[in-house]
Antibody
């Protein structure tokens, strides 16, 4: 069974870049069976898909965030990463990484709270 | 972009009640509709996939139905452990993307 764990700074300053990493265990990130995605949830609000990446490097982003998002994969470390640039307070959220078999998000990390504040 | 309208936003029901949540897509999404349960402080958990298929290990009191634009999620007999927020989620393959409904917070009366 896959396990995912997010890591990265819990506090980011406005206008800077948010960077998070998701470490995958219990399976290979190079598997053709999965996409790897990021989803976020502002405090007290709903879920928002940020983007996904296939092991080959193909990426798909939420159009509302596309200009600021980069998702990449490091197969040697079995990790994938999220970078969100020019952050504002509106980007404060719990960020989840998850695996997707295509249409569903099957396995999720526990989530990590990132606060944007000076 | 496909929009998902989920209702109600909150719901109070008694143990043993039948509970129904609906999700409407802004355009035909076939059966590309999933349902998740999220308990406070936890990650969402997949319950129903492709509109009506029960994920392995999920109790049979949970069910889903619908296709096209209108979908329904039902708990046949509410249990105390079902207190959570429920989300629908659609998948769009042109281009690939995912959209969640606004969520339904379920409470015990």
């Amino acid at each position: 069974q896959l396990q995912l764990q997010e890591s990265g700074p819990g506090l980011v300053k406005p206008s800077e870049t948010l960077s998070l990493t998701c470490t995958v265990s219990g399976g290979s990130i190079s598997s053709s069976s999965y996409y790897w995605g990021w989803i976020r949830q502002p405090p007290g609000k709903g879920l928002e898909w940020i983007g996904s990446i296939y092991y080959s490097g193909s990426t798909y982003y939420n159009p509302s965030l596309k200009s600021r998002v980069t998702i990449s994969v490091d197969t040697s470390k079995n990790q994938f990463s999220l970078k969100l640039s020019s952050v504002t307070a509106a980007d404060t959220a719990v960020y989840y990484c998850a695996s997707s078999s295509g249409r569903t998000f099957d396995y999720w990390g526990q989530g990590t709270l990132v606060t944007v504040s000076s | 972009d496909i929009q998902m309208t989920q209702s109600p936003s909150s719901l109070s029901a008694s143990v043993g009640d039948r509970v129904t949540i609906t999700c409407q897509a802004s355009q035909d999404i076939s059966n590309y509709l999933n349902w998740y349960q999220q308990k406070p402080g936890k990650a969402p958990k997949l319950l129903i996939y492709d509109a009506s298929n029960l994920e392995t290990g999920v109790p049979s009191r949970f069910s889903g139905s619908g296709s096209g634009t209108d979908f329904t999620f039902t708990i046949s007999s509410l249990q105390p452990e079902d207190i959570a927020t429920y989300y629908c989620q659609q998948y769009d393959n042109l281009p690939p993307g995912y959209t969640f409904g606004q969520g339904t917070k379920l409470e015990i009366k």
